[in-house]
């Protein structure tokens, strides 16, 4: 996927001014939870690009609690971290404490998921999830002939994730006015919580057509609960990460789609972005990644 010319190319856009030595100062990701292939995948980027620039790197996960993750991100600034990456468990909870931080002179780039108010921060890197939400969904319409029953599993409420990825789910349905929805209920980004919700909607008796999650871990719990019900093939799945077991899935026809949101390409730029602004680059407000959807006909590509 030649993943190192992406980030130098998106990198050479986001930063204006060379970087003077920061090796010696600390850095912290702070992830919202580390349950998942994707929140592994992406720490990964930023532990493999830290290891690269000699950047001595802490990383933390907030399982999900809002206020674990505010208390993270004031105790980066008491112990005296230069730089802090955050992927924000609630877009509007930690704005806060990471205004603090910057005030006490830290610098702060939010990864993947957009806080309420961007400006708090130094840089957001990542995706626009409103555009991965529209490609999924649109996706999804196309297959089901632009008709039918759809159910969709969303990401923890509030987060910027759920709310940008269901707000392009939203978008696409109004081109559709023969799709009706069933069921929108949270899983948390969790497959356990996505299967026992699938389960319960299948057991209903309710025709399904296609379940759109907005991760992969969702969909695969989707998946295992459509495929033991014998209705594997018949309500198509859709998930979006391109985590490994998503691929796989896809490879092998079960899973009908994923999104790539260039996980790893946004690792490794919120990375080598703090260390840059940290030895004193001026960086734009945003460096945004592409989507891609992969199907069964391109999955080979981004099988590791």
Known sequence: ???????????????????????????????????????????????????????????????????????????????????????????????????????????????????????????????????????????????????????????????????????GYENVLKKYPGIKVAYQQTANWRTDEALKLTENWLQTGTKLDAIVANNDGMAMGALKAVEDAKLGGKVKVYGLDATPDALAAVKDGRLAATISQSTTDQGMMAMETAYKIVGGAKPKPEAIVAHTLITKANVDKFIK
């Not at 993270?72 to 112990?79: D, H, P, Y």
């Not at 840089?123 to 409103?130: E, K, L």
């Open 1 to 167: 996927m030649k993943r190192l010319g992406v980030v130098m190319v998106l990198l050479a856009a986001v930063l204006s001014a060379p970087p003077a030595r920061a090796a010696d100062k600390k850095f912290a990701l702070l992830m919202s939870h580390m349950s998942n292939a994707f929140t592994i995948e992406m720490a990964n980027a930023v532990q493999t690009k830290a290891k690269e620039l000699k950047a001595n790197l802490t990383v933390f996960e907030a399982g999900q609690d809002v206020a674990k993750q505010i208390s993270q991100i004031e105790s980066a600034v008491a112990q005296g971290y230069a730089a802090i990456m955050i992927e924000p468990v609630s877009v509007d909870g930690v704005v806060p404490a990471i205004e603090a931080a910057k005030k006490a002179g830290v610098v702060v780039v939010t990864v993947n998921q957009k806080i309420a108010k961007p400006e708090a921060a130094d840089c957001y890197v990542g995706a626009n999830p409103v555009e991965g939400g529209e490609l999924e969904m649109e996706t999804a319409a196309k297959a089901i002939g632009g008709k039918g029953t759809v159910a969709f599993l969303l990401g923890p409420m509030g987060s910027d994730a759920q709310i940008g990825r269901t707000k």
